[in-house]
């Protein structure tokens, strides 16, 4: 229920029309991406089949027809959501980001994020737990540690200074709720996810917002 209202704010914040012309305008065509990233994401798997060695084999087209499947469904969603918001236009504000779209910054494949990482993954502590254990999930971290450590920039002059501005924030909902046992589980995974990241609770480059 959490992820699901932060979604539909987020939506509305980053991926409404008026965010798409100002990305269209003012940031040169790039977008602030978002992804959900929960037990109900598609695909679970993998998009190839594995060998006993690990070996990548055929493609497992069971598991993509499943997420083709999936993105049609929502695409008929999407065409039934904009169809009703022209109908009832006052109600059109909180129903249209109540719904994923496909043509924006949202993500809607577990593959598209295991492979780039958003710039906002919504997650819950559960799911976080999985995919630091699991292989299919490396890539989030691989990528998103490169990212910090500002691997992508050639000029080794430059790269410290890209460096200091790419800070990672850890934000964490109805932060209240975390005591007592419960608590000290999730203060552990928190630590787990900046050790992985090549982070501390102190590092320069890491925030936490809480609410």
């Not at 493609?59 to 499943?66: A, F, L, R, S, T």
């Not at 083709?68 to 918001?85: G, H, I, T």
């Not at 909902?173 to 102190?202: A, F, K, M, Q, V």
């Amino acid at each position: 229920a959490l992820v699901e209202d932060q979604m539909a704010r987020l939506r509305k914040a980053i991926d409404s029309d008026k965010a798409r012309k100002w990305y269209e305008n003012q940031g040169k065509g790039n977008r602030i991406y978002l992804g959900r990233y929960n037990g109900s994401t598609m695909v679970a798997g993998y998009e190839y089949e594995f060998d006993m060695n690990g070996k990548r084999g055929k493609v497992n087209y069971k598991k993509i027809d499943e997420l083709k499947k999936y993105m049609e469904d929502l695409q008929v969603l999407q065409a039934n959501v904009e169809s009703y918001c022209n109908i009832h236009p006052e109600k059109a504000d909180e129903t249209r980001y109540s719904f994923p779209r496909l043509d924006g910054a949202e993500m809607h494949s577990r593959w598209d994020m295991q492979d780039t990482p958003p710039d906002i993954l919504i997650t819950n502590f559960s799911m976080l737990s999985i995919m630091l254990m699991r292989e299919c999930d490396k890539g989030i971290f691989e990528e998103t540690r490169k990212w910090l450590n500002a691997e992508d920039i050639q000029d080794e002059g430059k790269r410290d200074q890209v460096k200091e501005n790419r800070v990672f924030h850890i934000v964490l909902d109805e932060l209240h709720l975390y005591r007592g046992t419960p608590g000290t589980e999730i203060s552990y995974l928190i630590r787990l996810l900046l050790l992985r990241l090549g982070l501390n609770p102190r590092h320069p480059q890491v925030r936490f917002l809480a609410s």
